[in-house]
């Protein structure tokens, strides 16, 4: 069996800029992909804290160091530039190898630049 888990996660990004007429995507600066480990095309689910709005679209690259968060295309219809979004990934893993696997959590500041990390150990209730 498979199941679907949590691969990574940007936390409460803020929006830079939204560009209508653009082929799609999300602009996401290259220290931030690293560290969550999305590579560019990769298919991303976006949640927008600002407006309930949910969407899905692909990674591109933003300069690194630029704190740079796009959203390109009909998902800017979605976000306006200072919306806080939570940017996540997902995975396809066996039953098993999910029991042993932790997703990269990063965390950011009001100018996108990562105050920490973390790989999914969440405290046990």
Do not use: W
Not at 15 to 22: I, M, N, P
Not at 41 to 48: K, R, V
Not at 65 to 86: C, F, R
Request: charged share 20%; aromatic share 6%.
């Amino acid at each position: 069996m498979k199941l679907t888990m949590l691969k990574s996660k940007i936390h409460r990004v803020t929006v830079t800029h939204a560009e209508l007429d653009y082929e799609g995507s999300c602009a996401i600066d290259l220290n931030l992909m690293d560290k969550a480990n999305i590579l560019p095309f990769e298919q991303l689910h976006i949640y927008n804290v600002n407006n309930g709005e949910r969407f899905t679209t692909y990674a591109i690259t933003a300069p690194r160091g630029s704190g740079t968060i796009g959203v390109n295309g009909a998902a800017a219809h979605k976000a306006s530039p200072g919306d806080l979004l939570i940017i996540c990934t997902y995975a396809e893993l066996e039953a098993k190898e999910a029991e042993h696997f932790n997703p990269a959590l990063v965390y950011v500041n009001g100018d996108n630049a990562i105050t920490h990390t973390s790989h999914g150990h969440l405290a046990a209730v």
